[in-house]
């Protein structure tokens, strides 16, 4: 229940980032893959590992080719194999709930359209400003670790200049989304 617990903490933190950031940090995607190692062994996770590896592996291959033609970015890619492996025998399952919760998202924008951009800009600022107060403090470091790897002349600090339909949209949430919601169907079943 603990790896549960602490796999779910990292997949809000890899959120929160790559709503705030468009970053997908190394870290958290170590941080994912030792969480399964550790739930692996001691039998919280589930499935077969060689199962898991080769949808893990096909997965990266194909979001791999996504991420040359510019459809996705590279941090989502390199996020996909550690959730796949959490998914394990469940893939088409995480795959289902990745794609509603990308729905649900891109629903949101479109309606909320440049407003979702206004507000991550100015979550983005405030947590700029703040930045050399909050040095103290190691976990809430690690949580925003995109926005010590960040400038305020940064992507994330940049003006939209498209309509609402060109926004980037951060799959890394959607991804996540779809492992909670694995994640929880093994907990609750």
Known sequence: MIVLGL?????????????????????????????YA????????DGNLGEGLQVASVGFLITFMLNR???MGGGDVKLLVPL???AGHNWSLFIFYVSLVGLVISVVYMLLGRRVFFIRRRLVRYLCFRKKEWKKFWLLN?????LNRITKRSVALKHCQGDTL??????????????????YGYFSG
């Open 7 to 35: 796999i779910s903490v990292v997949l809000i933190l890899v959120a929160i980032n790559d709503f705030l950031f468009f970053r997908i940090e190394n870290e958290y995607v170590l941080a994912l893959l030792l969480l």
């Open 84 to 86: 796949l492996l959490l």
């Open 38 to 45: 550790v739930g692996y062994v001691t039998g919280v996770t």
């Open 69 to 71: 033609y510019g459809l």
């Open 142 to 146: 690690f949580a925003l670790l995109s």
């Open 166 to 183: 060109t926004q980037e949209i951060p799959y890394g949430v959607a991804l996540t989304g779809g492992s909670l919601a694995v994640v």
